[in-house]
């Protein structure tokens, strides 16, 4: 995102600024008691006692503590009083409306001191004064009268503001100082894009709720007994289990003795979910894009409808609104962080360096190599009295590793505990243990005093480390006292100790430190999360707590828990619906707070969080700069050494083949000798006259002394010599480098000077106005000028302040060092294949360039062209069947069959193998077929193994040969029994791998799992950092609650030994409040006590602490935990559970979003890009897919045209069209059901809104003409949503059925699409949506295979598992498809715990035969160790990392779509205005425009160009000749001139990379140079007319006299025929009389016409001939030096006409005549029909300007954007 690292500087701020540390305050001195700091700090306190005082205000609080209730009178009464005499002190300090003025001045004392209600400070706590005295006389009512108050006792919601004064007490902490303009600004422009993305949400969802009123209906059929009245229908008519049916057959089936009947209940008995109508599906659209509790519903609507509109419905709607329209709320809250932490940096701090804080460093030269190094000294070091024997020690590496190993065995032993809660005595072995940590505790404590005698206390106190280590040593002594603390909460500061771990790696260490090393942002927004919990958690109370038997809002701690499970989002439904049920009648308003909250709570806070590890993860300005040179020197190491499998043949001795000659020797005339051949006879040694004579080169030495050669005499007989010494190659290495400086110098200065030597065209590069430094001003100038021997060198070297200067040259080497690695590399190559003749031959027989391997490698590579070549012309034609392209034609097929191969596999289930049916063995045998066909050929064509390009050459290719192994092994054995977890169930479970060859296939997908792959490092260290907290808290959970979980079924007992027998457990078949019948209980079943452990959880031992806490971090299952913990332990203990999930899932998992958002930025490239860098790739990429607006004008030669264009481009009228959409949608708030009476109703009304949507189609059709109309795509889209209408309307009063009616409403769907059409911010973020999933094609599909693969997985491993809690008859692996849609619910974290356990289930809960050869499809069990790395590996991998890269992807494309006008380096604004002008410009709508008009086109724009027009004379010119060299004065496109227009618009040396500014830098300057010549040619010409002028001048008089008799013919009436030089026409022209009737533009025929001198003379004709001399005239001169104002500044037609009059003279010639002077009143009559047409042509435009300018972004088309 678009980062600011700027800071502010409090000193330099100008008065007037906003703190919100700063209370107000008053000057007089009768109260200045009230300024006092430690008044103002109590009164700070206090507002934090009044908010304990409120949280303790409930009824049940005080029935359990009697005694609070005058406690908290007391406190309320003193708060209050104190408060009110505050409040009488700032009135009469400040006055109550007036301010009091203490100071001269009245106007400053209105802005600093304002009066108290004036005050918005002042203002809020006299309001939170006011609830007080309201909350004082409740409870005073309370204490007077409690019975008649327990009445009344809703009045409570009169308190629910007061934990608002908790405000008062955190602004405190809230130091930043702002203009105040600037401030609003920020908070109005942030609010507006919450806004904006909060109307983007909110449009999908009434858009599905519209969806889901029409496509399910009220949901209200139940599975009863037959014959049972559905009036009166009681717990026990239900069929068991509950179940929907559906009454036309096309859903489920109700069991025998049940029938399918309608229920009519209330909404408080039946759920608060469904689709009745909108209101209700509205409701339920949210509560599914929550993600929690949707299953339940989509298996409701599939049981009462066909299954596909639910898979539909639901899966899109979580696909979009969950994935893409929520995930935006995180790309707004990262943007506007990033504008808030520009202005809160002084508050946060930069991030401090990772130092030990006791030792310092020191920059000094090594003696041995001569470079600077950083050198670590110790005479500033803290030392204590101990000898220096204990600081070696203390120092070695022995010792901080001993103690690592020590910290390591203490976690070992502390993970070594288990608990069995069937064993009666464990004591003995917690003595044990207790002995064992005593230990420990002591050695630790001995590290602690070993280091305060080596370091001293003081020295020891330094490092931040040692006050941990000290806190522990502390802690964990207090902890080992075994009667009191041990064994209690103290116990999680032993386990602390694990965070030691993390300095065993450097790594790890630098990434916490990267992460939580600025601190004061993550904490501040813990505390905000924490204040936010406690604020709300006291408002529901006071809202809820007086509901009677509603315990979830009792007391404060309850209430904290609700409200904390719904940030969590897990079971946060219950939560709502149960307080609506209580509720009643306020539902709705419940419901309402309850979203707002939970809207605010999940998308708000935890973006904010993300938002705060990218803040952390991002790399400062400067460093970005330095991490880029960095970047290109790694990539400039290309790899110069060929992989191990082809340095093989290096092991070999050479073999170079003889060749045989067709031609006899003396043919050749000049032998050629490989370079491999002749490098063997070539000294190995490097001689000292070499390196001489290398250094003579580089010397002051007129004639350098000739050197021997250095090539032996070529023998028979090989000649190895010693290897150099490194001193000879380093001398050697730098003398040839010296070299190649020299010789790149001189080149540069050579075509310098050939280019600008000794002219005006050698100035200094830095005259442009776009330089900002010299430095980056001269791209290729040399470093410095050739000495007079020769020499060049680098003056950076000599002269240290001229850095940057070499930077152009910097890039050039890593261009030639990376090219010359890539040379080296193929010379390695061809070395081998000259001496190896087995090198690049597939298995060592097929011949390198033999035919066999040719055809084969014809058939590998074969492929469809993209780019063809015309064959006439010679240029690319790009295919529209780019996907063909793809991939090869062999590859094509194999994809083919690899698809077609997994759909066979999806039809096979336990019960169908593909052992048994040979079908389903066809298409196995037919990809092994196809298979063993593509790999011979690419085995044959590139080799397999030892060959360049190999079949093995990496990962994918060694997946291909599993894949294809295993399958062959699968149909050459065909086991016809395969029994449960045996290697033959393995091998199918490997066979399911088969789709990842699609994967292999794909190019686009390999590329996906790259970059995840890059980023392995990053996720891995986040998985370490959650390893060890959930190890912490795990051996935390093992020590204090291991054996205490376990608990007798039956709840009524609490004694073990009393857990003995049989009791009837009642059966809840039903989530419906239905009453049971008189006389009857709840269906019960007969049910064991047994005393065991929770089903899904337990601490008894490490391994499943961590498994419960693992699927914690998912949300999931942790209120389980919790309520089990506080029956067992108390509520205290919860604590535990809500830290961890805290800190673990809130914290920890927004670590892996940041993670793999920032490893997406840097594989990207965007990661290391500054702010400039990366707003220009964004403009870059919106000026790509800008396109013209293509917005027919304003007819005018039709009236009735223009009447009716004037209608529909009306503001109102265009508001109309959006109210008509809203309310023909609106018509879909009810189900359109046939059978309801409203349905014609509502149906006649849309077919009223049609005929007035087909007049909007009509009228617009006319206006713009059928041709303009259809050139926007969206006027398309608006034609057939009409005309499907239209058939409706025909269909409906033909049929007027169910089918009609579907058909009608799909019609009215598609129209409600068009209103994100007709609403800037929603089109845009509509854009952000739709390019994320173009973008993010290739990563869903991925996730499709890896969900494709663990189906099958799946079905093979848990097929025929029985039934569980979760497992059952919708949610099961019994074939493919319904597997894949469990593994889409696991995908949204919907109970996925849960359903692991159900597929871990073991004997005795499950049969298993006893013949251990049976197969697994003949047992119900499950697999444990299966399951628990099947979920666990697919949970990981989907949730944590792939759906993270949407979020990426969101990111970015928001960034791209959706910045700030302040901060956009071309804003929309500006492209709108070049749209516009564009538009007028193109008149034929082309996309492309003669290059002589461009001119026109840019003196038209208006904004950032116009502004840069008036301070540079020459940008006009540049740009002009940049656009006619771009195809040789061709014409030029909308995208060539809007690219010159951005580039001209930007700070170059601000947002280009370097390669690209070096490019740009180039182009401009020879833009420059070329446009100099003209200018001084043009000059030149100027500088000759004149001279010839004044000798024409100079002629006599009779000459003169006639020049003038016929230029004076023409006025007086007579016809003028053009003489031989066409003079009279030239004084035609010079007479201002212009030449043709058009528009500005000459050519396009508008209707604005060019004014004449008087509106009754008529215009004369002009020959033509007299045109072509004017444009051969104007041809000779391509400039001038100052223009005339007027026309010839806007329309470059009339520029080259009055071009070629001559400068005025104000004195006529020496010797009298006139010559072709004009006459004064003639130039005067002249420069006004100028200055009238120049007036009327900016009129013009403004009209057009402001008609275009009223119509909203989307009128036209996309408008902006095309694909």
């Known amino acids: 995102m678009m980062n600011r690292k700027q800071s502010i500087n409090p000193a330099l701020l100008p008065e007037g600024l906003l703190d919100y540390a700063e209370e107000p305050s008053t000057e007089n001195a009768d109260i200045d008691w009230v300024n006092k700091n430690w008044v103002r700090n109590a009164l700070r306190v206090f507002a934090l006692i009044s908010l304990l005082s409120v949280c303790a205000n409930t009824p049940v609080t005080f029935k359990k503590e009697p005694k609070l209730l005058y406690i908290t009178f007391a406190t309320d009464a003193f708060i209050t009083i104190l408060y009110t005499a505050e409040m009488i002190a700032k009135m009469r300090g400040k006055g109550l409306l007036r301010p009091k003025n203490p100071e001269k001045n009245p106007n400053d004392n209105k802005d600093k001191y304002p009066a108290y209600l004036k005050d918005k400070w002042c203002r809020f706590d006299a309001i939170m004064l006011a609830f007080h005295y309201i909350s004082l006389g409740l409870h005073l009512f309370q204490i007077l009268r409690p019975d008649t108050y327990a009445?009344?006792?809703?009045?409570?919601?009169?308190?629910?503001?007061?934990?608002?004064?908790?405000?008062?007490?955190?602004?405190?902490?809230?130091?930043?100082?702002?203009?105040?303009?600037?401030?609003?600004?920020?908070?109005?422009?942030?609010?507006?894009?919450?806004?904006?993305?909060?109307?983007?949400?909110?449009?999908?969802?009434?858009?599905?709720?519209?969806?889901?009123?029409?496509?399910?209906?009220?949901?209200?059929?139940?599975?009863?007994?037959?014959?049972?009245?559905?009036?009166?229908?009681?717990?026990?008519?239900?069929?068991?289990?509950?179940?929907?049916?559906?009454?036309?057959?096309?859903?489920?089936?109700?069991?025998?003795?049940?029938?399918?009947?309608?229920?009519?209940?209330?909404?408080?008995?039946?759920?608060?979910?469904?689709?009745?109508?909108?209101?209700?599906?509205?409701?339920?659209?949210?509560?599914?894009?929550?993600?929690?509790?949707?299953?339940?519903?989509?298996?409701?609507?599939?049981?009462?409808?066909?299954?596909?509109?639910?898979?539909?419905?639901?899966?899109?709607?979580?696909?979009?609104?969950?994935?893409?329209?929520?995930?935006?709320?995180?790309?707004?809250?990262?943007?506007?962080?990033?504008?808030?932490?520009?202005?809160?940096?002084?508050?946060?701090?930069?991030?401090?360096?990772?130092?030990?804080?006791?030792?310092?460093?020191?920059?000094?030269?090594?003696?041995?190599?001569?470079?600077?190094?950083?050198?670590?000294?110790?005479?500033?070091?803290?030392?204590?009295?101990?000898?220096?024997?204990?600081?070696?020690?203390?120092?070695?590496?022995?010792?901080?590793?001993?103690?690592?190993?020590?910290?390591?065995?203490?976690?070992?032993?502390?993970?070594?505990?288990?608990?069995?809660?069937?064993?009666?005595?464990?004591?003995?072995?917690?003595?044990?243990?207790?002995?064992?940590?005593?230990?420990?505790?002591?050695?630790?404590?001995?590290?602690?005093?070993?280091?305060?005698?080596?370091?001293?206390?003081?020295?020891?106190?330094?490092?931040?480390?040692?006050?941990?280590?000290?806190?522990?040593?502390?802690?964990?002594?207090?902890?080992?006292?075994?009667?009191?603390?041990?064994?209690?909460?103290?116990?999680?500061?032993?386990?602390?100790?694990?965070?030691?771990?993390?300095?065993?790696?450097?790594?790890?260490?630098?990434?916490?430190?990267?992460?939580?090393?600025?601190?004061?942002?993550?904490?501040?927004?813990?505390?905000?999360?924490?204040?936010?919990?406690?604020?709300?958690?006291?408002?529901?109370?006071?809202?809820?707590?007086?509901?009677?038997?509603?315990?979830?809002?009792?007391?404060?701690?309850?209430?904290?828990?609700?409200?904390?499970?719904?940030?969590?989002?897990?079971?946060?439904?219950?939560?709502?619906?149960?307080?609506?049920?209580?509720?009643?009648?306020?539902?709705?308003?419940?419901?309402?707070?309850?979203?707002?909250?939970?809207?605010?709570?999940?998308?708000?806070?935890?973006?904010?969080?993300?938002?705060?590890?990218?803040?952390?993860?991002?790399?400062?300005?400067?460093?970005?700069?330095?991490?880029?040179?960095?970047?290109?020197?790694?990539?400039?190491?290309?790899?110069?050494?060929?992989?191990?499998?082809?340095?093989?043949?290096?092991?070999?001795?050479?073999?170079?083949?003889?060749?045989?000659?067709?031609?006899?020797?003396?043919?050749?005339?000049?032998?050629?000798?490989?370079?491999?051949?002749?490098?063997?006879?070539?000294?190995?040694?490097?001689?000292?006259?070499l390196i001489l004579n290398e250094i003579s080169c580089t010397t002051p030495v007129k004639q350098a002394p000739k050197r021997p050669m250095l090539i032996d005499t070529i023998s028979t007989k090989m000649d190895y010599k010693s290897q150099p010494?490194?001193?000879?190659?380093?001398?050697?290495?730098?003398?040839?480098?010296?070299?190649?400086?020299?010789?790149?110098?001189?080149?540069?200065?050579?075509?310098?000077?050939?280019?600008?030597?000794?002219?005006?065209?050698?100035?200094?590069?830095?005259?442009?106005?776009?330089?900002?430094?010299?430095?980056?001003?001269?791209?290729?100038?040399?470093?410095?000028?050739?000495?007079?021997?020769?020499?060049?060198?680098?003056?950076a070297a000599r002269k240290g302040n001229q850095k940057g200067k070499e930077q152009d040259v910097d890039i050039k080497l890593l261009q030639q060092k990376k090219l010359q690695a890539e040379i080296r590399r193929n010379q390695q190559e061809e070395d081998l294949r000259e001496n190896h003749p087995n090198f690049d031959t597939p298995l060592f027989f097929v011949g390198r360039e033999s035919r066999f391997r040719k055809f084969c490698q014809t058939i590998v590579y074969a492929r469809y062209e993209i780019l063809r070549r015309d064959p006439v012309t010679g240029k690319e034609i790009k295919s529209s069947y780019k996907v063909l392209g793809l991939v090869s034609y062999l590859d094509w097929v194999m994809i083919i069959v690899t698809v077609l191969s997994c759909a066979s596999i999806m039809f096979e289930t336990p019960s169908y193998r593909v052992m048994d049916h040979p079908i389903l063995q066809i298409a196995e045998y037919a990809f092994v077929v196809c298979m063993s066909t593509e790999l011979i050929l690419k085995v044959l064509a590139d080799g397999f193994l030892f060959t360049p390009k190999a079949l093995i050459r990496d990962a994918g290719g060694i997946l291909d040969l599993f894949i294809y192994t295993t399958s062959l092994v699968f149909i050459a054995w065909m086991p016809q029994k395969v029994p449960e977890q045996s290697s033959i169930q393995f091998l199918m479970v490997l066979r399911c791998l088969r789709p990842l060859r699609i994967f292999i296939l794909v190019p686009h997908m390999r590329k996906v799992v790259i970059e995840l792959c890059r980023g392995f490092k990053e996720i891995f260290l986040v998985s370490s950092l959650l390893v060890i907290l959930m190890f912490m808290f795990s051996s935390f959970g093992v020590q204090l609650y291991g054996g205490k979980m376990a608990r007798c079924t039956d709840p009524d007992i609490k004694d073990r030994n009393k857990c003995v027998g049989v009791f009837w457990r009642k059966i809840y078949v039903s989530k419906m409040k239905i009453p049971s019948a008189p006389g009857n209980d709840h269906p019960r079943m007969l049910v064991p006590r047994v005393w065991a452990n929770p089903r899904n959880f337990n601490f008894d031992g490490i391994g499943m602490a961590m498994l419960a806490l693992f699927e914690t971090l998912s949300f999931k299952g942790w209120l389980e935990i919790r309520d089990t913990i506080i029956m067992q332990c108390g509520l205290a203990h919860s604590i535990y559970v809500h830290v961890f999930v805290f800190l673990g899932a809130m914290i920890g998992l927004t670590l892996f979003v940041g993670v793999v958002i920032a490893n997406y930025s840097e594989n990207k490239g965007t990661a290391l890009l500054t702010v400039d860098q990366r707003r220009w790739c964004d403009l870059k990429k919106r000026l790509k897919i800008a396109q013209p607006l293509h917005l027919p004008s304003r007819p005018g030669g039709n009236p009735f045209r223009a009447f009716v264009y004037d209608i529909t481009q009306n503001i109102y009228f265009k508001r109309l069209t959006a109210f008509l959409v809203i309310a023909t949608s609106a018509l879909l708030c009810l189900s359109w059901d046939s059978l309801k009476p409203y349905t014609v109703s509502l149906t006649t009304i849309s077919v009223v809104f049609n005929w007035l949507f087909v007049c909007e189609v009509v009228m617009k059709m006319i206006a713009f003409s059928p041709h303009g109309y259809w050139q926007s795509r969206r006027n398309r889209y608006e034609l057939l949503v009409t005309a499907l209408g239209v058939v409706w309307i025909v269909a409906h009063f033909i049929w007027m059925n169910d089918y009609t009616n579907t058909f009608g409403f799909c019609v009215t769907m598609l129209r409600f699409s068009t209103i994100s059409g007709k609403h800037a911010t929603l089109k845009m973020l509509m854009l952000t949506v739709g390019v994320s999933m173009v973008k993010s094609f290739f990563i869903i599909l991925w996730m499709f295979l890896l969900i494709l693969v663990y189906a099958f997985a799946g079905v093979v491993l848990f097929g025929s598992v029985k039934w569980g809690d979760n497992v059952g008859r919708h949610a099961n692996f019994q074939h493919a498809p319904r597997a894949i849609g469990v593994l889409f619910r696991i995908v949204t974290g919907e109970d996925w715990n849960r359903i692991m356990h159900d597929c871990m289930v073991?004997?005795?809960?499950?049969?298993?035969?006893?013949?251990?050869?049976?197969?697994?499809?003949?047992?119900?069990?499950?697999?444990?160790?299966?399951?628990?790395?099947?979920?666990?590996?697919?949970?990981?991998?989907?949730?944590?990392?792939?759906?993270?890269?949407?979020?990426?992807?969101?990111?970015?494309?928001?960034?791209?779509?959706?910045?700030?006008?302040?901060?956009?380096?071309?804003?929309?604004?500006?492209?709108?205005?070049?749209?516009?002008?564009?538009?007028?410009?193109?008149?034929?709508?082309?996309?492309?425009?003669?290059?002589?008009?461009?001119?026109?086109?840019?003196?038209?724009?208006?904004?950032?160009?116009e502004k840069l027009l008036a301070e540079d004379m020459f940008l006009l010119k540049h740009m002009c000749h940049e656009l006619e060299r771009l195809h040789n004065g061709d014409d030029v496109t909308f995208h060539d001139v809007l690219n010159t227009y951005s580039n001209r618009t930007v700070e170059i040396h601000k947002s280009l990379q370097f390669e690209e500014l070096l490019a740009r830098q180039e182009l401009e300057y020879q833009i420059e140079e070329e446009v100099a010549k003209q200018t001084i040619r043009s000059w030149l010409d100027s500088c000759i007319r004149k001279i010839r002028l004044k000798q024409k001048g100079q002629q006599s008089l009779i000459h003169s006299l006639r020049a003038q008799n016929e230029a004076l013919v023409p006025s007086a009436g007579t016809p003028a025929t053009p003489g031989e030089d066409g003079k009279p026409e030239q004084r035609k022209r010079k007479a201002g009389v212009t030449e043709r009737s058009g528009s500005v533009t000459g050519l396009t025929g508008r209707r604005f016409l060019q004014p004449s001198r008087s509106d009754a003379q008529a215009e004369p004709q002009v020959p033509e001939t007299s045109r072509e001399m004017r444009r051969e005239g104007t041809k000779k001169r391509s400039g001038r030096s100052n223009p005339p104002k007027g026309l010839a500044e806007v329309a470059e037609s009339n520029e080259k006409d009055v071009s070629m009059m001559p400068p005025r003279q104000n004195t006529l010639p020496m010797d009298g005549s006139i010559g072709e002077e004009k006459l004064p009143s003639e130039e005067e009559e002249a420069r006004k029909a100028l200055a009238e047409s120049v007036k009327a042509i900016h009129e013009w435009y403004q009209r057009e300007m402001e008609i275009m300018l009223s119509e909203s972004d989307s009128d036209y088309d996309d408008s902006n954007y095309g694909y």
């Open 151 to 689: 009445l009344y006792a809703y009045l409570s919601i009169w308190r629910a503001p007061r934990p608002l004064i908790m405000i008062r007490f955190i602004r405190v902490f809230l130091k930043v100082k702002l203009p105040e303009k600037r401030l609003s600004a920020i908070f109005k422009r942030s609010g507006q894009q919450i806004y904006n993305v909060t109307l983007f949400f909110l449009f999908f969802m009434s858009l599905y709720a519209l969806i889901g009123v029409q496509f399910f209906g009220p949901l209200e059929h139940h599975c009863i007994k037959i014959n049972t009245n559905a009036a009166n229908v009681t717990f026990n008519d239900l069929a068991i289990p509950d179940a929907i049916c559906s009454p036309h057959k096309d859903g489920y089936n109700c069991p025998n003795g049940t029938s399918c009947q309608e229920l009519q209940l209330p909404r408080d008995v039946r759920g608060f979910a469904g689709f009745d109508e909108f209101a209700t599906s509205f409701f339920t659209v949210y509560q599914a894009s929550s993600m929690e509790g949707w299953s339940l519903t989509m298996y409701r609507t599939m049981d009462a409808l066909p299954t596909w509109r639910s898979v539909i419905y639901f899966f899109s709607l979580i696909f979009f609104l969950s994935w893409l329209v929520k995930n935006v709320f995180i790309a707004v809250i990262t943007e506007t962080f990033a504008e808030f932490r520009v202005h809160f940096q002084e508050m946060w701090g930069n991030r401090p360096l990772l130092s030990d804080g006791m030792s310092q460093q020191i920059i000094m030269i090594d003696d041995a190599t001569g470079k600077w190094k950083l050198v670590t000294v110790d005479e500033n070091k803290p030392k204590g009295p101990a000898p220096e024997v204990c600081q070696r020690i203390l120092r070695s590496n022995g010792f901080h590793l001993g103690m690592l190993f020590l910290v390591f065995t203490n976690a070992i032993t502390s993970a070594s505990v288990h608990f069995r809660h069937d064993e009666q005595d464990w004591k003995s072995y917690e003595r044990i243990f207790y002995v064992v940590e005593l230990i420990f505790t002591i050695l630790f404590d001995a590290e602690v005093v070993f280091k305060m005698y080596c370091l001293g206390i003081r020295g020891y106190l330094k490092r931040s480390a040692h006050k941990f280590e000290l806190f522990l040593a502390i802690t964990t002594t207090i902890h080992a006292e075994p009667t009191l603390f041990y064994h209690s909460q103290l116990t999680y500061f032993q386990v602390l100790r694990c965070v030691r771990l993390i300095k065993a790696s450097p790594m790890l260490e630098g990434f916490v430190h990267k992460i939580f090393g600025p601190g004061r942002k993550l904490g501040s927004l813990i505390v905000f999360t924490i204040c936010l919990l406690v604020i709300t958690s006291c408002i529901s109370m006071q809202f809820f707590c007086f509901v009677p038997q509603f315990k979830r809002f009792e007391t404060f701690p309850d209430a904290f828990m609700s409200m904390f499970q719904i940030l969590t989002q897990e079971g946060w439904i219950d939560v709502m619906d149960e307080t609506m049920q209580q509720t009643g009648q306020f539902s709705p308003l419940v419901a309402f707070y309850f979203i707002l909250y939970h809207l605010f709570a999940t998308l708000i806070i935890l973006s904010l969080f993300v938002a705060v590890i990218l803040d952390n993860l991002e790399l400062e300005e400067d460093m970005k700069k330095i991490k880029q040179m960095r970047a290109r020197e790694q990539s400039v190491g290309t790899k110069e050494k060929l992989p191990y499998r082809l340095r093989v043949f290096t092991k070999f001795p050479d073999r170079p083949q003889m060749v045989k000659l067709p031609r006899m020797p003396s043919e050749f005339p000049i032998p050629k000798i490989r370079e491999s051949f002749m490098r063997q006879f070539v000294s190995q040694e490097i001689d000292e006259p």
């Open 725 to 795: 010494t490194p001193a000879e190659v380093q001398a050697s290495l730098q003398a040839l480098i010296r070299d190649a400086y020299k010789r790149r110098n001189m080149m540069n200065d050579a075509e310098l000077n050939a280019k600008g030597a000794g002219g005006l065209l050698a100035r200094d590069r830095a005259r442009s106005v776009r330089r900002v430094d010299n430095s980056a001003a001269r791209p290729k100038a040399a470093l410095e000028a050739i000495r007079e021997n020769g020499e060049a060198g680098f003056t």
């Open 1402 to 1505: 073991t004997p005795p809960f499950c049969t298993r035969q006893l013949p251990p050869l049976d197969s697994f499809w003949d047992t119900d069990c499950g697999n444990w160790t299966g399951a628990l790395i099947y979920f666990c590996s697919f949970y990981v991998m989907i949730t944590y990392i792939v759906l993270n890269l949407l979020v990426a992807i969101i990111i970015e494309n928001f960034s791209l779509f959706y910045s700030n006008e302040e901060d956009a380096l071309l804003s929309y604004a500006d492209l709108r205005n070049f749209q516009f002008t564009w538009n007028v410009v193109d008149v034929n709508q082309k996309g492309f425009i003669p290059v002589k008009r461009v001119k026109f086109l840019i003196l038209l724009l208006k904004g950032r160009l």
